[in-house]
C-alpha cells in the first residue's frame, strides 16, 4: 500500500459527513428538533405534524412522528 494513498483515503474519509442515525442525518435531526420547538404542542395534531415534515427535508409526518416517539421513548429510560 502507498503510503501517499493511504493518507489520501484517510483525509476523505475524515472530511466526509458522518453516516445517518437510523437513517436520519444530523441536519434533518437538528430540522425536526427546531420544527418541534416553533410549532407548539397547542396546534391541532394533524396541522402541527404537516408542518414538522415541511420544515424537515426528505422526511414524511410519518418518519417525523416515528423518530419523535423513539427519542421520546429514549429518553424516558
Do not use: Y
Not at 503510503?3 to 434533518?28: F, I, L
Amino acid at each position: 500500500v502507498d503510503p501517499k494513498d493511504h493518507a489520501e483515503r484517510v483525509k476523505q474519509a475524515n472530511q466526509a459527513p458522518p453516516p445517518p442515525v437510523d437513517g436520519w442525518t444530523s441536519d434533518q435531526q437538528k430540522q425536526l428538533e427546531k420544527a418541534l420547538r416553533d410549532f407548539p404542542a397547542s396546534l391541532d395534531k394533524n396541522e402541527r405534524w404537516s408542518s414538522i415534515a415541511d420544515a424537515v427535508s426528505g422526511k414524511s409526518k410519518r418518519d417525523c412522528v416515528a423518530r419523535f416517539k423513539e427519542l421520546r421513548a429514549a429518553l424516558k429510560k
